[in-house]
């Protein structure tokens, strides 16, 4: 799934974690394993997929 992973340790603990993909969803379900640990930063069309999924599970478990 991932092309060319490109890592970077934070002086705060935390992690940049740069990959390209060749399958949205498939990266969508990998990183759901990190919960809120994880935070999608770039491309934004997939942060606002991923918040899209978010609310609608929300909204489901209301």
Known sequence: MFVHPRMTDNKDGSM???VTVNNEKEFIRW???YGPAAEILEPASVRETFKSQLAQWT????
């Open 31 to 33: 990183i759901l394993q």
């Open 16 to 18: 940049i974690f740069e």
């Open 59 to 62: 909204e489901m478990y209301k």
